[in-house]
């Protein structure tokens, strides 16, 4: 019915190889006009831009979805009037055809939009092109053009008026909030959490299964996890490079944290081993300890295909900057500040566990949480937990893969 992703592939290298022309442009026209990064927006946001940028990209969610519907309403309509029917039906088809392939590429697409698309048009568009503006033109109009601009070259790329007028209204809000918070890191939070979240709800309404539904929670759940750390930073009065944000060393990213990542494996994996060896003495009836399959590893291996795919990405990436943030950066601070370095060890670590909801991994995952705040607490850098947390989840989901059965 539809053209196969052949040709979506190649639509696809056409449209990153523009937006790195229109990225290499922007740069270029940004280094002539002598513009510093703390103009442009390029240093680190502030916790308070964070959570202003987390807060608008949720935002944007509904208004989008009732702005789309509304024109595909409006296109079905228009079906019905004789002269606008046949340009009203090829207008719906072609938008059909752009969300129906760029969701059988799903995750190339992803990855192209936040790595490559999404930086780009947020150089060229609000980091060059708003900014010229703004110096003559007012805020409104300057966005308003902005829009019109990137609408224009969505449809170029798509021939499609409803792809193209959402994409209007989509850098409309960007730059609004661009303009708001002047943090270009900010607004690429805020078009990645819409991307991310507008993606996922879609893969909800389509497929209709409960596991894709759960991902999503999850994905909502670990966002409001990394709100509420942000929010407990700023409490302290303190910037994200003072909480913990400082970008690791060559040395400690490639031959420190990884082997701290494995080493905490393998004392989570021993832990929880020795758990189910003291629970089988002195259960040795219950045959829930025999399955020894935590709730991860479960919910895993009833995945396939794309679905695995988002439940390792969510595991390995999200989950340890969200739960990082929180638990370390957060809670783990506020309680050593207040109570001392022991207190704060065992409490923060005990919410960790809790916060996981798998009876079978409290223990590892409590001392797994001790070992964490240990490097946060060395290190004075939540990068550095968050690379060992991941390189700990990273391991068990690997092993999960290849082995008919693993304790992590």
Known sequence: MLA???????HLVYT???????????????????????????????????????AWGLAQIPLLAVFQNALTSLFSSLQKVP???????????QFHQIVYLSLHLPLLSLLLALLIALPAQLLFFQAWLYRSLRRTHGVWS?????????????????????????????????TLLYERIGSLWGTWIAGALFILLATLLHFVST?????????FTQVVFELLLFALGIWLIRRRNLTLQQAGFRPPTPSELLFIAPWLGIGVFVMGSVIG??????????????????QNQ????????????????????????????????LFRGGIYASLRNRFGMGWGLTISSLLFAIAHLDPLEFVPIFFIGMALALVYEKTRS??????????????????????????H
Request: net charge positive; hydrophobic share 55%; charged share 5%.
């Open 382 to 407: 939540l990068w550095m937990s968050m690379i060992v947390h991941s390189t700990n989840n990273a391991i068990a989901f690997f092993l999960l893969s290849v082995l008919p059965t693993v304790h």
């Open 4 to 10: 196969s992703t052949v040709p979506y592939t190649g």
């Open 207 to 215: 497929n209709g299964s409960h596991y894709t539904f759960g991902l």
């Open 273 to 290: 081993r020795l758990q189910q060896d003291v629970l089988a003495a002195l259960f040795p009836h219950a045959t829930w300890i025999m």
């Open 142 to 174: 300057s966005c308003l053009l902005v829009a019109c601009f990137a609408g224009a070259v969505a449809f170029l790329i798509h021939f499609s008026l409803i792809h193209a007028a959402s994409s209007a209204l989509f850098v409309f809000l960007l």
């Open 83 to 93: 002269a606008l029917a046949p340009y009203a039906r090829q207008q719906l088809q």
């Open 294 to 325: 935590g709730l991860a590893e479960h919910i895993f291996r009833q995945l396939h295909g794309w679905q695995r795919f988002s439940f390792v990405i969510i595991g390995a990436v999200l989950a340890p900057i969200a739960e990082e943030t």
């Open 16 to 54: 990153t190889l523009l937006n790195i022309l229109l990225a290499l442009l922007a740069w270029r026209l940004l280094v002539r006009g002598n513009a510093t990064r703390e103009q442009i927006g390029l240093l680190p946001p502030s916790g308070r831009q964070v959570l202003y940028a987390l």
